[in-house]
């Protein structure tokens, strides 16, 4: 990734998207006409490889790539990689967790769809 170890990145499982949909339909006076950004975990980039190597039992190490790689492999993820550094996500995650408490961390995430090495 062209973000330095330190970036936070904000991220999001599909399940708990779909649980804020069934949030919307179940209390509709609640969520009409009201948008919402979802996040459920906001990790660095050293945190995300300590995770990764927690959950796999492999040890995964970060490094930061410069935005002219990125760019000379995809210009899209280049502007991707150019926003996050700029701006990137702003959620409130706690704020979230008061209508959705168990919104999905990265480690649960991996442990839930299969990544955790047996034994780990």
């Known amino acids: 990734m062209a973000l330095p170890p330190d970036r936070t990145l904000q991220m999001i499982a599909s399940s708990d998207i779909g649980a804020?949909?069934?949030?919307?339909?179940?209390?509709?006076?609640?969520?009409?006409?009201?948008?919402?950004?979802?996040?459920?975990?906001?990790?660095?980039m050293l945190q995300i490889a300590d995770v990764l190597?927690?959950?796999?039992?492999?040890?995964i190490?970060?490094?930061?790539?410069?935005i002219e790689q990125i760019r000379a492999?995809?210009?899209?993820?280049a502007l991707?990689?150019?926003w996050l550094n700029s701006e990137g996500f702003q959620v409130d995650?706690?704020?979230?967790?008061?209508?959705y408490p168990s919104m999905t961390r990265?480690?649960?995430w991996l442990r839930q769809t299969g990544w955790e090495q047996s034994g780990a």
């Open 73 to 77: 492999f995809d210009s899209n993820l």
């Open 20 to 44: 804020f949909g069934a949030l919307a339909f179940a209390q509709p006076h609640a969520w009409l006409g009201r948008t919402a950004e979802l996040a459920g975990d906001e990790l660095t």
């Open 93 to 99: 995650i706690p704020a979230l967790r008061t209508s």
């Open 53 to 59: 190597s927690r959950v796999t039992g492999q040890p």
């Open 80 to 82: 991707l990689s150019e």
């Open 106 to 108: 990265l480690e649960t």
């Open 61 to 66: 190490h970060f490094r930061e790539m410069s």
